[in-house]
């Protein structure tokens, strides 16, 4: 599902125009994506968790050259499913 299929279902269900369904979900990627950059989780209760995980350093191949890269410590962003959801996925 992309962004529009998104809005245009929750402006179906709700009754709302399309255009502030798009401000509302805009607002909530911006929230979520300007919390995370802080370095502060998301938790959505009943959904699911945006949390921030660090993967450790590691020594890569770079097989095209046949050479070793080290590849340093960094975080990435990752979504957890909240019990309840991940079930009904199952």
């Known amino acids: 599902m992309t962004k529009a299929e998104l809005i ?3 402006a179906i269900s ?4 399309k255009k502030t369904i798009g401000v509302v979900v805009e607002e ?8 995370m950059v802080n370095g502060e989780n998301v938790y959505l209760r009943g959904f699911g968790s945006f949390i921030i995980k ?4 590691k020594v890569a191949r770079n097989i095209s050259k046949n050479t ?3 590849v340093p ?5 990752a979504f957890k499913a909240a019990d309840e959801f991940a079930e009904q996925i199952r």
Request: aromatic letters at 4%; a positive charge; proline letters at 0%.
């Open 8 to 10: 245009n279902e929750i």
């Open 14 to 17: 709700t009754g709302f125009d």
């Open 28 to 35: 909530m990627m911006k929230t979520v994506k300007t919390t």
């Open 54 to 57: 660090t993967r450790k350093a």
């Open 68 to 70: 070793t890269v080290r």
């Open 73 to 77: 410590e960094h975080k990435i962003a």
